[in-house]
């Protein structure tokens, strides 16, 4: 098995980290080596797409949560 090292910033390396999931670093980088580029393109479009829907989520439910007229947020 052969190796690949490669240098990057604090910055690059949160952000791989925050993409990669669920997923060992190893895992996450070969998927992008060897994935079509629109595949990569969709599956992190996908992702921003995910956290805006739950950013929206958790501020209309900090919303109704501070609503005197309604109880609970979000079900």
Same mark, same amino acid.
């Given at each position: 098995? /052969? +190796? !690949?090292?490669? /240098?990057? @910033? *604090?910055?690059?390396?949160? #952000?791989?980290? #925050?993409? &990669?999931? +669920? #997923?060992?670093? $190893? %895992?996450? !980088? &070969? %998927?992008?080596?060897?994935? %079509? $580029?629109?595949? !990569? /393109?969709?599956?992190? *479009? =996908?992702?921003?797409? =995910?956290? *805006?829907? @739950?950013?929206?989520?958790?501020?209309? *439910?900090?919303?109704? /949560? +501070? %609503?005197?007229? &309604?109880?609970?947020? !979000?079900?």
């Amino acid at each position: 098995m /052969k +190796n !690949i090292s490669v /240098k990057l @910033s *604090d910055e690059e390396y949160l #952000r791989v980290m #925050r993409q &990669r999931g +669920n #997923r060992t670093t $190893s %895992d996450y !980088i &070969r %998927d992008l080596l060897f994935s %079509d $580029s629109k595949t !990569i /393109k969709e599956a992190i *479009d =996908f992702q921003g797409l =995910f956290a *805006d829907v @739950s950013a929206i989520r958790t501020m209309i *439910d900090e919303a109704l /949560k +501070n %609503d005197p007229g &309604r109880r609970g947020g !979000i079900q």
